[in-house]
């Protein structure tokens, strides 16, 4: 019997108890106590094995995230799956960071637009700009643009060759849609004639394309414009058309990763010995030939630069009466003129000057009057080892390229003709915060040149008026100059994109 004291539950689960062992007997009841044990440790065993096997996927998936994010989220942890015994900051430089792409840009697809772009590198660039911004107009597809192989650089650089083409399509896909080729169903059209090519009209507007291009787009379906330089206006055109102009030239027309590698191990070497001065000596071989400038050449000379101009049919003007182009200030500087005018406008003669151009014609005879005056002179050739510009070799596009890289960086740039990388370096500086450009007004500056000679200067006259003539005329903010229906005599959109460079606490003044 149970005691008073102990509860009823306690005697109920007694007899319970009591009852399965007269059923079961002893024997049998020992086993199932047993099988229940095991059971228990069982569920426990696989509880801790699967808490044990999650542990460790979550562990390894946090070690994978941290060597993707690991500038932001595991700064500093050390990585279990990586034995480089590089430093860690090296290894974390070298992270691309995470790129947000925006959002694309859905439009009912019009056709597809082709494009050839002719001339150098900063002509063909100017013209990609142009030609994005009109299949953004007509709501087309563009294909990614060909570049010149033909002209007198004879340069066999695609597109990918000498920029970022996947940043290029990514970084526009919210105003155009890109793509590198045709469609396969497309490009049997192309393959079989079923499509228009044709030149469009110089300095047309907007307009031009919406109501004469499009048509033929429409009808086509696919058109090819193979010749793009300076084929949308400088001026009159939407605000939201400028802008774009920009945007493709600042941000989405990036180089090559080498290209650009390259050019910042130049700008370092440049900067460890102090500021430097770029100077776009275009004093080039075809240059001479195409502008027929020949002052200071002998009669060998000015025959094999007639016979290159004759040799080359696009170059359209054959007669040129070299002195009077001169005077006219149509003529790049020479090598003794330039180091006059640098002189004169109170350049250091110990800096840093860094030569962005081909082979001077000449060679080290008519660069020598320069190098007297200025004894830093330096080039990418100088400052780099052969290894370094192998690949580039034969690809003047891409040495440009690099040139461009390290005119945009210097402290000074100082072009000494007013051709296309001049004009478009101006323009980039003016956007990188109106870095200094000085723009020499050459024909004021040739006449000075010859009182000089002539005795008609002193010397503290020549370099007083040279001084006061170029004091404004350093890519300070202005304006454009517009001359209606002289679009080549105006102001060059790409050498000062005012409608992208506004300064909110300064208003623009007009020239």
């Known amino acids: 019997m149970c005691r008073v004291e102990e509860t009823s539950g306690k005697c109920d689960y007694k007899k319970q108890w009591e009852m399965k062992m007269k059923i079961f007997g002893e024997g049998k009841m020992e086993k199932l106590k047993i099988s229940m044990v ?66 694309k840009r859905l439009y009912n697809n019009n056709g ?40 007198f650089w004879n340069d ?53 394309y919406a109501h004469q291009i ?14 793009t330089d300076a084929r949308l206006a400088n001026n009159e055109q939407s605000l939201e058309i400028q802008k774009l102009r920009c945007r493709v030239n600042f941000n989405a027309l990036r180089f090559t990763s080498q290209i650009e590698e390259l050019g910042r191990r130049v700008v370092k070497i440049l900067r460890e010995k102090g500021p430097f001065l770029v100077l776009h000596l275009r004093y080039e071989m075809d240059m001479l030939a195409f502008s027929g400038c020949t002052h200071d050449c002998n009669n060998e000379e000015e025959e094999e630069l007639t016979r290159m101009r004759y040799a080359y049919p696009w170059w359209k003007e054959k007669v040129i009466n070299s002195e009077m182009k001169r005077k006219e200030g149509l003529c790049p500087l020479t090598p003794e003129e330039t180091a006059l005018v640098l002189k004169a406008l109170g350049i250091d003669r110990n800096v840093q000057i860094y030569i962005a151009a081909g082979e001077i014609y000449g060679g080290e005879r008519r660069i020598a009057p320069l190098a007297e005056d200025f004894p830093n002179l330096v080039r990418k050739e100088t400052l780099l080892e052969p290894s370094d510009l192998k690949f580039f070799q034969n690809h003047s596009s891409q040495m440009a390229a690099l040139d461009y ?29 109106f870095k200094k450009t000085i723009l ?56 000062n994109p005012h409608e992208c460079l506004q300064l909110l606490d300064e208003p623009l003044i007009s020239t």
């Not at 202005?478 to 080549?488: A, E, G, L, Q, S």
């Open 38 to 103: 095991s059971r228990s440790k069982m569920k426990l065993w696989m509880i801790r094995a699967i808490t044990t096997i999650f542990l460790w996927t979550c562990f390894a998936q946090l070690m994978t995230l941290g060597e993707m994010f690991r500038p932001r989220l595991l700064k500093g942890w050390p990585s279990c799956f990586n034995h480089s015994e590089l430093p860690l900051v090296a290894e974390l430089s070298s992270i691309p960071p995470k790129v947000i792409l925006p959002p």
């Open 112 to 151: 597809y637009l082709m494009v050839s772009c002719n001339g150098g590198l900063n002509q063909m660039r100017a013209a990609i700009c142009d030609m994005v911004a009109i299949a953004r107009y007509l709501n087309v597809t563009l294909i990614v643009p060909e570049l010149d192989k033909t002209s």
């Open 156 to 208: 066999a650089s695609e597109f990918q060759d000498i920029f970022d083409v996947d940043h290029f399509i990514t970084s526009l896909r919210d105003e155009v849609r890109i793509l590198k080729e045709l469609p396969p169903r497309v490009q049997q059209r192309v393959d079989q004639g079923m499509f228009l090519s044709m030149q469009p009209i110089s300095w047309s507007d907007i307009s031009y």
């Open 214 to 227: 499009l048509p033929l787009v429409q009808k086509h379906k696919v058109v090819q414009l193979n010749k």
């Open 405 to 433: 890289l390290v005119s945009l960086e210097s402290d000074i740039f100082v072009p000494t003709y007013d051709g296309n990388m001049a004009k478009v370096v101006e323009g980039h500086r003016r956007f990188l915060g």
């Open 440 to 495: 020499l007004e050459r024909k004021l500056l040739v006449n000075l040149i010859d009182q000089y000679h002539n005795g008609l200067l002193s010397w503290d006259e020549f370099s007083s008026t040279m001084k006061e003539v170029h004091a404004d005329r350093v890519g300070s903010p202005k304006k454009r100059t517009v001359i209606p229906d002289r679009p080549k005599e105006e102001d060059y959109f790409y050498s």
